[in-house]
């Protein structure tokens, strides 16, 4: 889905080159000096060692103030930005006094409710007195409070499946439920881009692992033909089970996956499927029930469906939605809901605040106009971005638009010069990308007026200019000048 220019590939290959070619010859002198007057410990192996420890000081130390920002405020449509100092080319940063108000393009906050809300609030607050910021305790023993069931009820009617069990960290759900699911002699078939939590869930499970390549219902079925056939591994028994998992929305790309026809393949070969709408749930179709209310796929044929509360509730966790008997599987088997914390209240009443909004149970119609202002303001977003020559990467009606830079020193301008002008966008590189498909990440928010969309999209475009990071031929005839846009308001 990305085919940068031939000179891009080359200008980036060379950069990452003479950057890993000073980095070895700078570790090189470093170990001369070390075995001469050494700081770590005798006998001891070095903790901190390989490929990663090496890009994280010779790469990510040279840009590591675009990344982890302070923040003071609320994440809304503008928020406040800790500012940082540095007198060692940023390997050290120090918090400063001043903030700066910036424009917030990078945060989660889809539906806006991260901020103050004149509904979810004041029930959050009330549930804060009510029952604490924790339960201190697991799910199992004391920690399961009624908001929390109350929270799994109202999760599987508004995914409309049977039951719903929930968890106090999003990346958890993925890691935690995928083991106890399916374990040795089981085959997991894995989306190329799914998330890393989606990576790590198959690899603990002990389960074999293939993948198919990216939205592609064709090759998805190469895949569970050629498997199906051949079996387990040597001994070439039938696998224990089959499950395909994928993304509702891609949050690298904001790409939304083909479920109409990865659905069809896995009726065929009857395999089980696992859909993950972190980004998707809340987000987008008519009602804000995700891709499979977008896409016209009955949610009783996803067999789990899994999602986060961190980027259109205004929370935090996650949860399972699937039949009666998974969930209760997954109630006396898995570790995060045996073991680990339950949700904290004040965040389980957001979720359920949030909902209600959404489904219009708040008595107004204030969570429709929040979907259909994220929809208006995503397309207009991307499609202005494409018109002054940026390479956008994702789907209409996705709120995620990543900007393709590649080049290792774009990066960190785009990010700085961004900030110069009180825009805060999240620049995405290694590990969660390929190393030579690093972007900037925008993530529109239904709290944006056209005004901050207008204001974003000046400051990016001039930023875009001076990095060079226009790579597609910008489309004069149908470009609406900011000026003209400015006078339609």
Known sequence: MVNPPFLTVLTTRFSYLLIFAFGRLRDFFCRILDAVKSSNLKGYAPICCGYEDFYWRRVHLRMQDCFDRPVASAPDAWLDIVERQSNDSHKTLQRTAE???????????????A?????????????????????????????NTK???ELEELVARFVRKPAAIVFG????????????????????????????????GSRFSGATIKVFKHNNPAHLEHVLREQIA?????????????????????????????????????????????????HSIGAIG??????????????ADIDIMMGTFTKSFGSCGGYIAASKEIIHHLKHACPAHIYATSISPPAAQQVISAMKVILGEDGSNRGAKKLAQIWENGNFFRLELKKMGFEVLGDNDSPVMPIMLYNPAKMPAF??????????????????????LARARICISASHSRDDLIRGLEVISKVGDLVGAKYCPVEKEKTISIKRLKKLQ
């Open 415 to 436: 990010s700085r010069e961004c900030l110069r002008k009180n825009v805060a966008v999240c620049t995405i590189a290694y590990p969660a990308t390929p190393l030579l």
């Open 286 to 299: 008519k009602t804000g029930r995700g891709v499979c209310e977008l896409m016209g796929v009955d949610p």
């Open 99 to 113: 903030t700066s108000r910036c424009l917030n393009l990078g945060s989660y906050n889809y539906l806006g409710f």
């Open 147 to 149: 908001l929390h069931t």
């Open 230 to 278: 051949e079996g387990q591994d040597h001994t070439h028994k039938p696998w224990k089970k089959i499950i395909v998992i994928m993304e509702g929305i891609y949050s690298m790309e904001g790409e939304m996956c083909n479920l109409p026809g990865i659905m069809a393949v896995c009726k065929k070969y009857k395999a089980y499927t696992y859909l993950d709408e972190a």
């Open 169 to 200: 960290m999003g990346y958890v759900t993925n890691s935690a439920i995928i083991p106890t699911l399916i374990g040795k002699g089981g085959l997991i078939v894995s989306d190329s881009l799914n998330h890393n939590s989606i990576v790590n």
């Open 115 to 143: 901020a103050a809300d004149e509904y979810c609030t004041p029930r959050v607050i009330e549930s804060l007195k009510k029952y604490s910021a924790s339960t201190c305790s697991a799910r199992v023993d004391g920690g």
